[in-house]
């Protein structure tokens, strides 16, 4: 199988106001476009006030851009939502969907953020679609259960290797600087592969992303195991040296 070209992501959360948030997107920019061939593609999701300033600031760069979420709907009265459109707009190619925190934080269900995907999409957005287990599913050994009933709630009809990307970001491992073992993603991205087959057209050709506690002291070896596809970044995206070796420690 050939391998995907990675995807290094960077999930700003609720980080990060008008000046330091240009200088991280601009600095990423710069060191992009200085680089010549890389052997990964860069995106940046700050929060939704950043958008169209940071889409100014790197727009004749290769550094992408996208939100952490979008609304279900095009427009309307939807106070405090953000239409896949005005992702557009601003200059987004990408949008994360069904994001741990989302998912925690305003109770989103898989049928959420499925409609959520089906928005996006309509709009040429690639949603990135997030799964993961607790600890104390992954301790009963219902890991993969949970993914599996997330993957197949999550994923919309009309997804393609082209419009959708999975990141596997098991709970327990988010900001806690626990990381999964490099034995335990191989499993789990397997497994997910494995599920995609049937669901996805092209299975082999959707990007496969893991987040939780990635950081430039071990994002060569998880970078290097069997269909992980890139990295889904929070705490370590917001400094552009951490980034930025995280994203060059992928070959
Ligand atoms: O949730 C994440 C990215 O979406 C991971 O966050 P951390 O890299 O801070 O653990």
């Not at 989103?108 to 928005?119: C, L």
């Not at 999409?121 to 009963?140: M, P, S």
């Not at 290097?224 to 705490?235: I, K, Q, R, Y």
Request: charged residues 20%; aromatic residues 4%; contains cysteine.
């Amino acid at each position: 199988m050939t391998a995907n070209r990675k995807l290094i992501a960077g999930n700003w959360k609720m980080n990060g106001l008008k000046a330091d948030g240009l200088d991280l997107a601009s600095d990423l920019a710069g060191r992009l476009k200085g680089a010549g061939p890389v052997a990964f593609d860069m995106l940046v999701c700050p929060p939704f006030p950043l958008l169209f300033l940071v889409g100014e600031a790197i727009a004749d760069s290769p550094l992408a851009l996208g939100g952490q979420d979008c609304a279900p709907k095009t427009s309307g009265a939807h106070t405090g939502d953000v239409a896949p459109t005005m992702l557009k707009d601003a200059g987004c190619r990408f949008v994360i969907l069904g994001h741990s925190e989302r998912r925690a934080d305003h109770g989103e269900s898989d049928a959420v953020v499925n409609a959520k995907a089906v928005a996006a999409h309509k709009e040429g957005l690639v949603a990135i679609i997030c799964v993961g287990e607790t600890e104390a599913q992954r301790d009963t050994g219902q890991a993969n259960t949970v993914v599996s009933g997330q993957l197949a709630g999550s994923i919309p009809a009309g997804a393609t290797a082209g419009n959708t990307v999975i990141a596997y970001e098991p709970v327990w491992a988010i900001g806690t600087g626990k990381t999964a073992t490099p034995d335990d993603v191989k499993a789990m991205h397997a497994h997910i592969r494995a599920e995609l087959e049937g669901k996805i057209a092209e299975s082999a050709k959707v990007r496969i992303l893991y987040g939780g506690s990635v950081k430039p002291n071990n994002a060569a070896e998880l970078m290097v195991v069997e269909n992980v596809d890139g990295a889904l970044v929070g705490g370590a995206s917001l400094k552009a040296d951490d980034f930025w070796a995280i994203a060059t420690a992928c070959r």
